[in-house]
């Protein structure tokens, strides 16, 4: 540690120069519970995981094509690009005729692959899932990939901020099921579990997608 | 299966009554995780027995139900941590000191802090199997007095967490206050991981200094935390849908209390508010397998537990090697 680190001056940290491993023990015996209501678990973030089957490089190029996920979501559909070069509009049955815009942010270094999307308009994507692709080597030894996805609980999950976008006649709004998001991603995740797994065994090499269509 | 009876509980807590200070004088230590410290314990005395506490409590349970324990008695079954002598083990000086006169008598050293539901299954399977109509039940947690209170336990900060006592249960061959359900499971992986152990390294029973004591693997604590917030919740779960009943219809549990954060996580994964618990940590802290029957006669005393209610039961004994739960439909004096 630097000589003249501020770390001292920070209350309230937990290290072991001023909690031994008793008060430790005793802090984590207090946070470990039996059972968690599902808000303490999925209220301000709501992370899947899954071990997949397959390559972390085909995953990652998968997920990296925002039009895949016409197959492995449960109701995006109808990828068309708009006039702005990254950004695609798809329709999201589960609003209904709902518009939903979407940007992949992907870094192939770091395999990660972030949707920033939004509902009804393109100018402010806010709904953002996280998701980092892990080789299963390095985790779980074994061949494969864990896939991490990660949801934080943005407010305009609770108040949409644009609701004259909104079509007239849609009465829900996406952050009405954030309680259900745990639910709804896993299925999700099984959905991108099983296609990927099927076309892995099926063929190992010139995964596309595209072609299955 | 002929139905049996839970009809009665009662105790004995032995008089000498232990503040926290006896132990934090000797160690220094005023908490520790595994067993947070309770504000009082029983001690049992150093010519106290079992056959001494069990005379107090089966005259208390005897004079509550109006029976004579020399004719209704027909099974006598007892587990004591720390017997009075070994071998022996401690149902042969009961009939003794009481004249009882048992067709039946068994000393159990297994099921620890659940033994209580391990001596009700077994009260059940010999009423079912014999003419017997009648059992008592008897546990006995001595090993606060006799272990932890020595000198050289008592800088434990472990030591602080036991109490001694004795609760005793009647069990009878009808349905007026009916076992519903009894689940006992054996985890044998865990049966090494508590222990007792001497600093010299020396078996137990191999004469020296300092004292013994009793253990658990530290490096295992997080996996028998683990156990516990696991194994409790499954067979609780498996005595209620055995006795086809849901978490709406549980009137009160009791469990065995190591320790408070044990008592807080069963009670949340039975969705139950504290008032439904019956638990006497604060005041007898540890009471080992005493304090199923402690506690359920507490609760019927404090009306916690009414006529009436289905009462959960259960725990886990020693590092996770045995599991127990029962429901009994509790009716109040029915004799």
């Known amino acids: ?213 | 299966m002929k139905p049996v009876s839970l009809i009665s509980v009662a105790s004995y807590l032995p008089e000498k009554i232990v503040g926290n200070d006896f132990f934090i004088n000797e160690s220094g230590v005023e908490t520790h995780s595994m067993f947070r410290s309770t504000r009082f314990r029983h001690h049992i005395g150093p010519d106290e027995t079992c056959c001494d506490m069990a005379e107090i409590a089966l005259s208390r349970l005897a004079e509550k139900i109006n029976i004579n324990l020399q004719k209704d008695v027909d099974i006598l079954i007892t587990n004591a941590t720390l017997p009075d002598i070994p071998f022996v083990g401690v149902g042969a000086a009961i009939v003794g000191a009481l004249n009882l006169n048992p067709q039946f008598i068994y000393d159990i050293q297994s099921g620890g802090c659940v033994s209580f539901i391990f001596m009700m299954e077994l009260a059940r399977a010999l009423i079912n199997s014999s003419d017997a109509k009648s059992a008592l039940i008897c546990n006995f947690q001595t090993a606060a007095g006799r272990i932890f209170a020595l000198p050289d336990n008592r800088k434990l900060p472990q030591s602080a967490v036991p109490g001694d006592g004795c609760g005793v249960g009647y069990i009878v061959a009808d349905d007026s206050s009916p076992i519903m359900s009894i689940v006992t499971r054996v985890h044998g992986e865990s049966a090494k991981d508590m222990f007792p152990i001497a600093p010299d390294g020396r078996k137990w029973w191999e004469p020296g200094f300092p004292a013994l004591n009793l253990d658990f693997n530290k490096s295992k604590i997080s996996l028998i935390v683990a156990r516990g917030n696991k194994l409790v919740p499954e067979v609780l779960h498996m005595a209620m849908a055995k006795a086809h009943i849901e978490y709406k219809d549980i009137g009160a549990l009791v469990t065995n209390q190591p320790n408070k954060i044990f008592l807080r996580n069963w009670r949340e994964s039975m969705l139950l508010p504290e008032e439904k618990q019956v638990q006497t940590f604060d005041e007898h802290g540890n009471l080992f397998g005493a304090a199923i029957p402690i506690c359920f006669e507490r609760g019927v005393d404090t009306g916690v537990i009414k006529s009436g209610d289905k009462v959960l039961l259960g725990g886990f004994s020693h590092a996770g090697d045995f599991t127990a739960a029962a429901v009994v439909h509790w009716q109040k004096n029915k004799i």
């Open chain 1, 1 to 213: 540690m630097a000589k003249n680190t501020d770390i001292p001056n920070i209350p309230d940290l937990v290290r072991i120069e001023n909690v031994n491993l008793d008060g430790m023990q005793e802090k984590c015996m207090e946070m470990t519970h039996a059972v968690y209501p599902h808000d303490k678990i999925y209220g301000p973030y709501c992370t899947i995981e899954e071990y997949i089957n397959c390559p972390p490089e085909i995953i990652f190029e998968y997920l990296a094509d925002c039009e895949h996920l016409g197959e492995w979501t449960y109701s995006t559909r109808d990828m068309k690009k708009t006039e702005k070069d990254d950004i695609w509009v798809f329709n999201d049955a589960i609003g209904g005729i709902t518009e939903c815009y979407c940007k992949t942010v992907a870094n192939k270094e770091a395999m990660t692959v972030d949707y920033h999307c939004a509902w009804d308009q393109g100018d402010h994507l806010w709904m953002i899932y996280l998701i980092r692709v892990v080789p299963a080597q390095l985790v779980l030894n074994k061949p494969g990939s864990v896939v991490l996805w990660t949801n934080c609980h943005h407010p305009f999950y609770d108040n949409n901020p644009f609701p004259e976008k909104a079509p007239k006649d849609r009465d829900g709004w996406v952050g009405d099921a954030w309680d259900m998001f745990y639910a709804g991603h896993t299925i999700e995740m099984q959905n991108l579990k099983k296609i990927l797994e099927f076309r892995h065994n099926r063929d190992n090499a010139g995964l596309t997608g595209k072609e299955t269509r």
